[in-house]
């Protein structure tokens, strides 16, 4: 779980540039807030889903990424949940018994199987030792799942690329402010 804070900084120098009533700078603020974390959210969606090597769907869907905007503190942040992802969300999936395993796109499960639930559920799955079925004298199964692990050095990457972002989306939420809506 990895938390990026937006910060509304250097506010009075842009505004000055202006001539900006309060009221305008107070809706610029807001409006550069949410962009830059709807910005910072999607990138970072997209480049974990690249260093990866799975689709964004799949990052979107199975860890969480989601954006919150304080506009009365002129605040926001931007969260990653970084749970692993089921090899069903990572799609790909092959059974590879020549190798003992499955795969998962480029990922390789040794001593796993791929495997269709009566639900229509495809994924790769592994017998979970020391479990037991509730109804049969087989071990139970679980569903295989790949790890982020460059999921960390992605969103410090990120932190660094965005860090004058704000000031950039309040210069133009100013401009339209000021200049366009009057």
Do not use: C
Not at 24 to 37: D, E, H, L, Y
Not at 74 to 92: C, D, E, H, I, M
Not at 124 to 134: A, F, L, S, Y
């Amino acid at each position: 779980m990895t938390d990026i804070n937006i910060e509304a900084e250097g506010i009075d120098q842009v505004a000055r540039q202006f001539n900006a009533m309060p009221d305008q700078i107070k809706r610029a603020t807001n409006q550069a807030v949410s962009k830059t974390a709807k910005k910072i959210q999607s990138q970072g969606i997209r480049q974990l889903a690249k260093k990866h090597e799975v689709t964004a769907k799949s990052i979107r869907s199975s860890s969480r990424a989601f954006k919150k905007v304080n506009r009365k503190y002129q605040s926001g942040s931007v969260w990653f949940g970084l749970n692993p992802l089921a090899t069903s969300a990572v799609g790909g999936l092959k059974d590879a018994r020549d190798y003992g395993g499955a795969f998962a796109r480029k990922y390789f499960f040794q001593g796993h199987f791929l495997a269709t639930m009566q639900s229509g559920h495809q994924a790769i799955w592994h017998r979970v030792p020391g479990r037991k079925m509730k109804t049969k004298d087989k071990q139970a199964i679980e569903e295989s799942t790949v790890e982020l692990v460059h999921a960390q050095s992605v969103i410090e990457k990120l932190k660094e690329e965005h860090k004058g972002t704000f000031q950039q989306e309040l210069f133009r939420a100013l401009n339209y402010q000021v200049n366009v809506r009057g």
